[in-house]
Each structure stands twice: as structure tokens, then as C-alpha cells.
């Protein structure tokens, strides 16, 4: 027994003694795996470890991407990265290192030993030792004094954990900020669009912000929570807290209360921010959204003077005793132009014979750009009150008293928390006197009188103005009863003659279905577009009222906006705003400019498109089908933002309304449905179907419906559809755009394309998905069914396909017709 005893103690020195010797062979070194120092490397395959192995740091991979970046990971079955170093350097090959270098940084090398990264020391130090920390904070330190050099926490990624301190220091010996940026995307880690910052404010706020424009706002800290959140408890769920010590330096910090619980939180690629809880019962993240979980989080949604509520219907409201600035655009599901007071204060009429006074609004969330009082509660009220420019105030026992008196955006109205908040407004607003219900009344039904006498007479005149013009042509009368044209300007036609110079031939900026459309410029130096109806044209008078009847109730930055139109004699024309770049099918498939449109430039198009079809399905207070959306029908701005034109064929659904059928067929063939193309159905996810052959013309460059795969003449879509079954798809892009680091994301752009194309209506995504999987806001993505018209035609074939809606064409132009169901 003694002499097994002592063979087993020597066995396990033996395998105590291999074991170190292996990780002194791994790591170059047989010192404690969390330190690295000068003379030592870290190779592709090795990584650094935490002492109680929470951490490691070592090279990566993101979800997609072959490239290698250098990251401080989790130590856990699922790969979560909460700090990248060459964040825009990534490496090619597995050859990469990192090391000391001879001046103390810490650096990463690729396999010729040329730096791709350093930590950037202001001085050089003989000797220098990095250490991972089991908080995750990478650190450098200096060998002879033990003093911090450098260290991750200070240079944030996406990523905000336990200890460390996001927030700003404006002191004029530091000028520091250490803020959270995004991902690009998923698979790529280059810093994004949107950042979290810690603004020391007055009263310190957080925010989101899509480049230099907010894009949410936390509202103020209350010394224990943020005020704007209304689900947020003291201290939050893991010891959250805030510091503001001094004037300009404010800084956010957590800790663990509960060590045995992995938390987290991480700005994602769409500027989403998210709390990640570790699950050993699922091995995963539990994630929870702490910022726009609902379109009321948005910045400023109902712009000032307005109040969101998300269970509201519309959801932005103006304050009591204001209205909106436009009735039009607010009417569109545009708010972001706020509201206006609809009875001046007596302060600023300079009267003070009657006091303003406050209405209270409660549990919302308080207004941006506040001003702090060293005042009591009791004080409050009438400090606001004695100052002609407060406009508001509210009173936090964590704060005291919050004063405004710029415009008041981005309040919120919550069922739970938030504060209360005092708005100055006319004392005859405030409904305080008992004869204001008598005077009000009586106010009301004269007032009613008024506008019935108003509007008859302005009937009255819209009909002689109509029924004769100044040119002394006669009307045509084409108007329908329904339409509201005096809504719309009417154009002289003598004005826009003269503006097109006599639609003279050098202002001829293309011809569509419905007829020439020329560049003109009216006396006061606007830029307009004029579509004029030819006497030849296909699209006649029910499409003209049609476009009136659509546009002219829609405002969105990515639709082209409708000026106003003119309707004289035999004489129909639509006067639009001018889109310097005309359309994207003269970028796309042009040539020459092809090279304006970078991979960048695209997707923002793509974006744009997809924001617009948004906004007509779901947004706006009409449910629009816009029936013929393709390349010539997107028109580019001077800043190539794209805007969705032509409505003449849109249709307006009602309430409950999903989908209709037609017997008159109305599009371009290669961008209609089959369901619509053959059985003159349509709904949102026709629209859907035109916008995924719209997405993969983008990617690729190359028309649908003029593409062909050597002889085998198939359509750009069987085309994607082949190479997505053979695993390569990538092929797609267009060979202009070139460049690995975009292999991913023009994957995901085409896959999405596919699953918009699927021939079955009900397996297409909606247009609200369709943008959250562009925006990998939906990470996985459903793997897409055969997608429809996988048989093209040649052009011989075209007429016949007109009518027998066969499932080819190569026609670019738009149709209109009649297929029995």
C-alpha cells in the first residue's frame, strides 16, 4: 500500500508538472496565465485568461466574418465580446500576435510583424506588463512603480460592465469622454453609427445618438434613477448609479450586487440598448431592451409641444391649450413639427392685470434642455411664474426645481413613474371660471355658423374658379367629388409654361406611362418637376385624380412631395418638388455613374425605400399600396436620399382592409407579384415582392427583367436563387462594389431579397420585419422558399404576354390590363 501511495504521488507531480510545462509551451511563458509580459506573445490560437477565469483575451471571429480581431471575451460557451482592440484593422489570417513592444505598448502584429493596433502610450516605459482583470478591464501597467499606464475600460467598445465608468470629464486638464459605440454590424465590429454618451448637463442625462442627432434620451438622474425610465428601481437591479462631483464631469458605474449573476449591457448595431443576463439553465443571455421599446422612445417623436404615448391612438398628442403647427402633416402621421400655443401668455403680451398659470400633467417624462434652481417646492412655482421666458417647471425631491424655458420636446406620457410636470399656459385656458363652459359654448356655435357661411362661399368660388380660368380655356370637369383639390395648389398653365420655357425639349427630363415629365423653374427661384399628361397616354384621368387623391395626404422625407397641379382645358399636369439626380435606374445601371453608388450609399437607399414603404403601409393614416415600385420610379435628391414617385396607380385601403382584388392589372411586369400579375390581387406584401426585386437589383446592379445568365436567359432572380443554392451568393454583388469586409452584410441584403420574392404571399415578410432584418435587428434570418418568374421570356414574346399574363416578360414599361380572374 506504501508503495502505491508514494507511485500515485509521484504520478500526480508527473502530470502537475506537464500540465505547466504545456501551458509554458502554449504561452510562451510559466508565469500566471492572466499576465502578459515583455519577451512574451500571445499567438491565434492561445488566449490570456482572468484569474478566476471569468475572462479571456485572445483573437476571434465575429458570426459571418473569416477576419480576426483581438477581444476581450467572456469565458463562456457562447461567444460574447465586450472590448475590441483593431476594431477597424482587422487581420486576414490567423498569423496575427500580441505583444510588449520595446516601448511598452501593447500591441498587435500581423504575421510580417507590421503593427495593426496599440494601446498608444504618450511615453515610452523600459518595462511594461499587461494584466487581465477578473472585472474584464485589460490593463497596463509599469513594472518599476506598479502605476496603471493603460487600460480597456478607459477605451469602450459596445459593451458596458461591472466597475467600469462611462461618462465625461470636461475639466480643461482632461477633455476625457469614454462613451459606447456600436458595432457596425453583427459581423462587424468597426465602430457604427450610434453611440451611448453620459452628457454632464445640470442635471446629467444619458442619450443615444445616430451620428450627431439624439435618438433617445434617458431624462434626468434623480440621484437614483433615470427620471425618463419609468421602469428603472433605486439602484436599478445591479447597483447602478451615477456621479456627478463636480461642474462638466459626470460617470455612470455598476456594480455587482449579486456575484453570481453575469450581467451586462451592450449598445447593438441597430442603437439598441440591452441588458444581458447570463442563464446556466439555457446557456445563454436572457436580453432585455432598455431603450425604444416602443416608437415613443424615439428623440423628440412628437416634436415640441407634443406628448407621445404608446398606447395611444395616433400616439402623439399636443399639450392642452396648444395645436399643431401643420394640420396637414399632422394629419399624415408626421409630428415631428410639433405644436403651437393657441392663446398667447398674457406675459408675453407684456399684461399683468391676470396672472398666467400652470396645468399639471402627470407621470411623464420631463422635457429636454432644463434649468436647475436652489429652490424649495414652495418656491418653485413662483420663481417660474415671476419669469416671463419659464415656460414650465417641475419639482424632484433627488433634483429640487427644474425650470424651462426653451420649447418643450420629447415628453412622454407613462401609465407608472415619471414626474409631474407644470405648463404655463393663458389663463383662459385653464377653464377655471364658472361662465368659461357658458362662453365657450356659445363661442363654439357661432363660430360653426361662421364656417358653414365660410365654406359654401369658398364652394361657391371653387366652382366659378374651376369653370373658368384666367387663360378663358374652359375646365374639363374630371374632378371628383371626393377630392379635396382645393387643398392642392392649382398652377396657372401659363406659370408653368413659362417656368419649362415652353416645355422646351432641353428641359425634357424623361417620359413615363403617363407622360413627359420636364424641369422648370418658377419666379420665386424654386426648382420644380412638371409631369405632363400626353393625349397618347395609357394613364388618363382616373390615374391623374388617383396621384392627387394619394400624395397630396402624405409627407415623409422619403416620398416625392406634390406641389400642386394644373387642369386647364385639355391640359393635366402634376407639379412635383425637383430631384436634382433623377432617378436611381440612371445610377444603377448606368455605367458612368455607377460608381457614385458605393456599397454605403446603396444600403442607405435600400434603407430609405424601405422607411418610405413603411411609412405608406403602417405610418401614415392612410394604408397606401403603391402597385409599381422599380428603379425609375425612386428619384434621388442632391444628396442622393431616395424618394418613392408616382402614385398613379397606388391604391388607398381602408381600416380593416388586407388585401383586394382588381380586374384591371396596373405595374411593370419583372416587379409584380405573381398573385397580382395573374389573379389581380394585391396587399402590403405585393409592394413587398417589388421592393425584394428593387433590393437585389441594388446588390447586384443589373435590371430583373434585362438579365441573362449566359444562354440560359434566366431572370435576375433565378439567377440569385441558383446561387443561394449553391452556397454562393456573394457572387451577387455587383462587381464594382467589390470588397471582402462587405461580404456579410451583401449576403444578408440578398437573402432578405430572396425571402421578399418568395412566390407565396403569406411566407413574404412584412415591410416592418423586412427592416429590422435589414438593420440585423432579427439576427437569424428563415431560410427563403423558390421565389417566382423563374422563366424569362425574349422580347418577341412581350405582347403576347400582355395578354395572357404569362409568368415572363422582359417589359420595362409600366401596364395596365385586363386579366379576367
Known amino acids: 500500500m506504501g508503495f502505491n501511495h508514494k507511485a500515485n504521488s509521484c504520478s500526480m507531480l508527473q502530470l502537475f508538472l506537464l500540465t505547466c510545462s504545456c501551458s509554458c509551451f502554449l504561452l510562451g511563458f510559466c508565469t500566471a496565465i492572466d499576465t502578459l509580459r515583455v519577451n512574451e506573445s500571445i499567438q491565434d490560437h492561445e488566449t490570456l485568461v482572468s484569474n478566476e477565469q471569468k475572462f479571456k483575451l485572445g483573437f476571434f471571429s465575429p458570426v459571418d466574418s473569416s477576419y480576426r480581431y483581438v477581444g476581450v471575451m467572456y469565458n463562456l460557451p457562447v461567444m460574447t465580446v465586450i472590448w475590441v482592440a483593431n476594431r477597424d484593422t482587422p487581420l486576414n489570417d490567423s498569423n496575427g500576435k500580441i505583444e510588449i513592444s520595446g516601448d511598452g505598448n501593447l500591441v498587435v502584429l500581423d504575421g510580417k510583424r507590421e503593427l495593426i493596433w496599440s494601446s498608444n502610450l504618450s511615453i515610452s516605459v523600459v518595462s511594461s506588463s499587461a494584466q487581465l482583470l477578473d472585472t474584464g478591464n485589460l490593463v497596463l501597467r509599469d513594472n518599476s512603480n506598479g502605476r496603471t499606464l493603460w487600460e480597456s475600460f478607459e477605451h469602450a467598445s459596445d459593451s458596458f460592465v461591472a466597475t467600469m465608468k462611462l461618462g465625461t470629464n470636461l475639466n480643461i486638464n482632461t477633455n476625457k469622454r469614454n462613451i459606447l459605440t456600436s458595432w457596425r454590424s453583427p459581423s462587424d465590429p ?63 458605474t455598476f456594480t455587482h450586487l449579486n456575484s453570481s449573476i453575469e450581467i451586462y449591457y451592450v449598445l447593438n448595431s441597430s442603437g439598441v440598448l440591452q441588458e444581458k443576463v447570463w442563464s446556466d439553465e439555457k446557456g445563454d443571455w436572457n436580453v432585455t431592451r432598455l431603450s425604444l421599446a416602443t416608437d415613443c422612445e424615439l428623440y423628440g417623436r412628437c416634436g415640441p409641444f407634443g406628448i407621445c404615448n404608446a398606447k395611444g391612438k395616433p400616439i402623439c398628442n399636443c399639450f392642452p391649450g396648444f395645436v399643431p403647427r401643420s394640420e396637414e402633416e399632422w394629419d399624415a402621421a408626421n409630428w415631428t413639427s410639433g405644436c403651437v400655443r393657441k392663446t398667447p401668455l398674457l406675459c408675453e403680451e407684456g399684461n399683468s392685470a391676470k396672472e398666467d398659470g400652470f396645468l399639471k400633467l402627470k407621470k411623464v417624462k420631463l422635457p429636454y434642455h432644463l434649468k436647475w434652481s436652489p429652490t424649495f417646492i414652495e418656491e418653485c412655482r413662483g420663481q417660474c411664474l415671476n419669469n416671463c421666458s419659464c415656460i414650465a417647471y417641475a419639482y424632484d425631491a433627488g433634483i429640487g426645481c427644474m425650470l424651462w424655458s426653451e420649447s418643450l420636446i420629447d415628453v412622454q406620457q407613462f401609465s407608472s413613474g415619471g414626474a409631474d410636470l407644470y405648463i404655463r399656459l393663458a389663463n383662459s385656458e385653464l377653464g377655471n371660471k364658472k361662465d368659461q363652459k357658458a362662453i365657450i359654448i356659445s363661442t363654439t356655435v357661432l363660430s360653426f355658423f361662421i364656417i358653414l357661411l365660410c365654406v359654401y362661399f369658398m364652394w361657391k368660388f371653387s366652382l366659378k374658379y374651376r369653370g373658368k380660368m384666367d387663360t378663358g380655356y374652359p375646365t374639363e370637369k374630371i374632378l371628383k367629388d371626393d377630392v379635396k383639390f382645393e387643398e392642392l395648389p392649382l398652377f396657372k398653365f401659363e406659370i408653368l409654361s413659362n417656368a419649362t420655357d415652353n416645355f422646351n425639349l432641353i428641359n425634357k427630363l424623361g417620359q413615363g406611362g403617363f407622360g413627359p415629365v420636364y424641369k422648370g423653374k418658377l419666379l420665386n427661384g424654386q426648382a420644380i418637376a412638371v409631369k405632363r399628361l400626353a393625349t397618347s ?29 394644373c387642369v386647364e382645358s385639355d391640359e393635366k399636369m402634376l407639379v412635383y418638388e425637383y430631384m436634382p439626380n433623377g432617378s436611381l435606374d440612371a445610377y444603377l445601371f448606368g455605367s458612368d455613374k455607377k460608381e457614385f453608388l458605393d456599397w454605403h450609399q446603396r444600403v442607405m437607399i435600400i434603407e430609405g425605400i424601405c422607411r418610405g414603404l413603411l411609412y405608406l403601409h403602417r405610418d401614415s393614416r392612410l394604408r397606401i399600396i403603391h402597385r409599381d415600385l422599380k428603379p425609375s420610379n425612386i428619384l434621388l435628391d442632391e444628396e442622393l436620399n431616395p424618394k418613392i414617385s408616382d402614385f398613379g396607380t397606388a391604391r388607398i385601403f381602408g381600416g380593416k382592409e388586407d388585401q383586394a382584388n382588381t380586374i384591371r392589372v396596373v405595374g411593370t411586369y419583372g416587379y409584380m407579384a405573381p398573385e397580382y400579375a395573374l389573379e389581380g390581387r394585391f396587399s402590403e406584401k405585393s409592394d413587398v415582392y417589388s421592393f425584394g426585386v428593387l433590393l437585389l437589383e441594388i446588390v447586384s446592379g443589373k435590371r430583373n427583367t434585362r438579365f441573362y445568365d449566359d444562354e440560359q436567359g434566366q431572370s435576375l432572380i433565378a439567377y440569385a436563387w441558383k446561387l443561394w443554392n449553391e452556397e454562393n451568393v456573394v457572387k451577387l454583388m455587383d462587381q464594382v462594389l467589390y470588397d471582402p469586409k462587405m461580404k456579410t452584410e451583401v449576403m444578408r441584403y440578398a437573402h432578405v431579397g430572396l425571402l421578399c420574392v418568395q412566390e407565396k404571399a403569406k411566407s413574404r415578410p412584412n415591410i416592418s420585419t423586412v427592416l429590422s432584418m435589414l438593420s440585423s435587428e432579427i439576427v437569424e434570418l428563415p431560410r427563403p422558399t423558390q421565389p417566382a418568374f423563374l422563366v424569362s421570356c425574349s422580347a418577341s414574346e412581350t405582347e403576347s404576354s400582355k395578354r395572357s399574363a404569362s409568368k415572363c416578360s422582359v417589359n420595362g414599361v409600366t401596364l395596365t390590363i385586363g386579366v379576367g380572374r
Open 537 to 565: 397616354s395609357n394613364q388618363g384621368v382616373e390615374e391623374f385624380m388617383n396621384e392627387v387623391e394619394v400624395i397630396s395626404k402624405l409627407q415623409h422625407r422619403n416620398l416625392v412631395r406634390l406641389l400642386g397641379c
Open 190 to 252: 468597426a465602430p457604427g453609427r450610434f453611440t451611448f454618451t453620459i452628457e454632464p448637463l445640470e442635471i446629467p442625462e444619458s442619450f443615444i445618438w445616430n451620428g450627431s442627432y439624439p435618438y433617445w434620451r434617458s431624462g434626468p438622474w434623480n440621484g437614483q434613477i433615470f427620471s425618463g425610465l419609468p421602469n428603472m428601481k433605486s439602484f436599478y437591479k445591479h447597483g447602478l448609479d451615477l456621479v456627478n462631483d463636480s461642474p462638466g464631469n459626470a460617470y455612470l
